[in-house]
């Protein structure tokens, strides 16, 4: 096992009616003005947003909003953001929303604290030195945002999709009301089901040894997702299935299904320049590209795809060929991204990618040929066209 720090210092309040306790929570946190900032307008269709601001008032707690976080949210709202912050004094940042949401408002929260370009840090120029405090009322369980210390911003300028991890954005407050999941569209549920595998399997692929309890934790988030989604297939207001995947996106992210792991996070990496040139949804882009990958490098470490493949998906050991358990695993696993309607190629996302596309795509996320991605194995420029070739 690897040496690792662990930080969580998210307060999680979970179960029903708790986007009420929203006011509290900020006083709690000592916020006396509040940017309220949300996405493109499912918190109002739903009755969230009134109910957050009538608890925001109970408290006698001034508030400004700001809407309009779109999936894969944009770095020219940031800027609005940031200046209505500065502008208006507040002193705290409560995300009503998805994903998109929070990163959103993490990004604020960088800005407002900083003189410089907030761009600087999702281009890794400048490490963010403060942040304002930011909460969460979570209404999509996928990114895991909520306890994370990432956000991920789209620059419209050139369409790069760049994320900054950094503690200093780890949310105070998590309020998770599973019903509030209720409303979801069923392609967004079963993203965000894929997103919350992806997270574990990204820390799963890395060449340590000897990560018994991780390994565990790690099998428990896969295999409860797994059976969940399928619930929420035909039951998308089973409480108790709501209430696990929630868990389980937060706990996909806060660090601890890689506890001693270095993990890999080359799929996050091939997916987020999809998500930033197409603006497809997230956890669809990681199950498009997820089997091509896997069949490119799982010859670095088949004891560990063959692990995933016999005691996550319940395929049989071949000891006379473990290489064929890898790649039943492989097509376990993409057999039940299919049966949750999950996409298994770039094409069924919609995306007809062309040859230029592709070396496109590669020289981004290669930024711009000056790294290599992936854990199990080093991947350069050309690795990545030729995954996602593989993938398209
Ligand atoms: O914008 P609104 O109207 O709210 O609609 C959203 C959006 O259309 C809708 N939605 C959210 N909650 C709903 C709902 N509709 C009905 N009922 C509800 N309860 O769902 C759509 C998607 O929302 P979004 O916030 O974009 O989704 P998600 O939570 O999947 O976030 C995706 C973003 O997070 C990034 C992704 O790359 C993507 O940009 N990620 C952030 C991470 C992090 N900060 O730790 C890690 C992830 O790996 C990921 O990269
Ligand atoms: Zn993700």
Redesign the pocket.
């Given at each position: 096992m690897q040496g690792f720090e662990y930080y969580t210092p998210t307060k999680v309040v979970f179960g029903k009616d708790t986007e009420n306790r929203a006011g509290e929570l900020v006083k709690e946190q000592k916020g006396t003005k509040v940017l309220v900032h949300?996405?493109?307008?499912?918190?109002k269709r739903?009755g969230l947003l009134d109910r957050v601001l009538a608890s925001l008032d109970k408290e006698g707690i001034p508030h400004v909003e700001l809407g309009g976080?779109?999936?894969?949210?944009r770095l020219s709202l940031v800027y609005q953001g940031i200046e209505l912050c500065k502008k208006e004094g507040v002193d705290f940042i409560l995300a009503v929303?998805?994903?998109?949401?929070?990163?959103s408002a993490?990004a604020i929260a960088y800005g407002v604290r900083d003189d410089g370009d907030v761009w600087d840090f999702y281009a890794k120029i400048r490490v963010p030195q403060d942040a304002l405090p930011v909460g969460v009322v979570l209404?999509?369980a996928?990114?895991?945002?909520e306890m994370?210390n990432?956000?991920?911003i789209t620059n419209e300028d050139g369409w790069l999709?760049r994320?900054c991890n950094c503690d200093l954005s780890r949310p105070r407050f998590a309020i998770m009301n599973p019903e509030?999941?209720y409303?979801?569209?069923e392609y967004?549920t079963m993203?965000?089901c894929v997103?919350i595998m992806m997270?574990t399997l990204e820390r799963w692929f890395s060449h340590e040894k000897d990560t018994e309890l991780t390994d565990y934790l790690a099998e428990g988030v896969l295999k409860t997702v797994m059976h969940q989604a399928k619930v929420l297939l035909t039951d998308p207001e089973n409480y108790e299935a709501r209430s696990e995947v929630f868990w389980a996106g937060s706990l996909s992210?806060n660090g601890l299904t890689g506890c001693g792991r270095a993990g890999d996070w080359a799929c996050?990496q091939l997916e987020?320049e999809l998500?930033g040139m197409f603006d497809v949804?997230?956890?669809a882009g990681l199950a498009a590209v997820w089997g091509s990958w896997a069949r490119y490098v799982y010859k670095s470490d088949v004891a560990r795809f063959a692990k995933l493949a016999v005691d996550v998906l319940g395929v049989p050991y071949d000891y006379a060929d473990p290489e064929r358990t890898v790649l039943e695993g492989i097509e376990a696993m993409e057999a039940f991204f299919r049966s949750i309607h999950m996409p298994v190629s770039i094409s069924e996302l919609g995306v007809e990618l062309t040859d230029d596309q592709i070396e496109e795509l590669a020289y981004k996320c290669s930024h711009m040929d000056k790294r290599t991605i992936g854990g199990v194995q080093q991947l350069d420029r050309n690795d990545m066209a030729e995954i996602y070739r593989m993938a398209r």
């Open positions: 949300y996405g493109t307008g499912s918190v739903s976080a779109v999936p894969n949210p929303g998805g994903g998109s949401a929070i990163d993490k209404t999509l996928a990114t895991g945002s994370s990432s956000s991920v999709k994320g509030l999941t409303t979801l569209p967004q993203s965000g997103d997270h992210h996050h987020h998500g949804t997230h956890g």
